[in-house]
């Protein structure tokens, strides 16, 4: 979260006049109003690797992201690479069978699939000796991700601000390899987590009791008075 300090009360004395012998005050008095969010970024560093051995669950190691065709025929993107087939063989996302782009269709009757670092797809058909190449993936990737738009099962779209999509082979230019049988993890360290959860809770029990003298101080300042 990008966080943005919302403006002053000048209450005075900035550069003001302090005598008739030009001097001025170096500070003054300036009342800030707090801050307010400024705007929200995702975090597409890479996560934990998990292995599965799922033979349909492919890992970006590195950067770039899966291409997905929408039913209007627009392309999202997406990180998760846990795949599943659709009726006619065609990898697909699951819960939605949205097509992963380019869009790779195994063959009937494969009794195994592999794919290698460049995101070739290679099927075994029963029968068959060898290995046939059967699909490509690609991977898009974008000069500003924290600027795609979500909307969704793990899904964005770009966006002017994420930069038109670079596409290509992965282990090509910028992008990562693809790990067949691994799926990518969160990204979020627990530990540091917990760390700076204590943190805050320290500094707002600080904060709390620091408001609780003052407020006795104010009283007994008070009493005094009377």
Do not use: C, H
């Not at 929200?40 to 997905?68: A, C, H, K, P, W």
């Not at 993936?137 to 779209?157: C, P, R, W």
């Amino acid at each position: 979260m990008i966080t943005l300090d919302l403006p002053y009360i000048d209450q005075g004395g900035v550069g003001a006049s302090t005598s008739n012998n030009n001097t001025i005050s170096p500070t003054g008095t300036q009342i800030g109003l707090g801050v307010q969010s400024g705007g929200i970024y995702r975090d597409f560093s890479q996560g934990e690797s998990i292995q599965t051995g799922n033979f349909l669950d492919v890992m970006v190691d590195g950067e770039g992201f899966f291409q997905v065709t929408m039913p209007d025929g627009m392309l999202a993107y997406r990180r998760v690479g846990a795949f599943q087939l659709s009726p006619n063989n065609e990898i697909v996302m699951p819960k939605t069978g949205y097509v992963i782009a380019p869009g790779i269709t195994l063959p009937a009757g494969t009794t195994d699939v592999s794919i290698n670092a460049q995101g070739q797809v290679y099927a075994k058909v029963a029968g068959a000796n060898a290995q046939v190449l059967v699909g490509q993936f690609q991977l898009a990737t974008f000069f500003n991700t924290s600027g795609l738009k979500a909307i969704g099962d793990s899904m964005f779209q770009e966006t002017p601000a994420s930069g038109t999509p670079d596409v290509g082979v992965p282990s090509s230019n910028r992008r990562g390899n693809i790990k067949q049988g691994w799926r990518e993890g969160a990204n979020v360290n627990a530990v540091e987590e917990m760390t700076d959860l204590i943190k805050i809770e320290k500094i707002y029990d600080m904060l709390t009791k620091i408001l609780k003298t003052g407020d006795a101080m104010m009283t007994a300042a008070t009493s005094v008075g009377r």
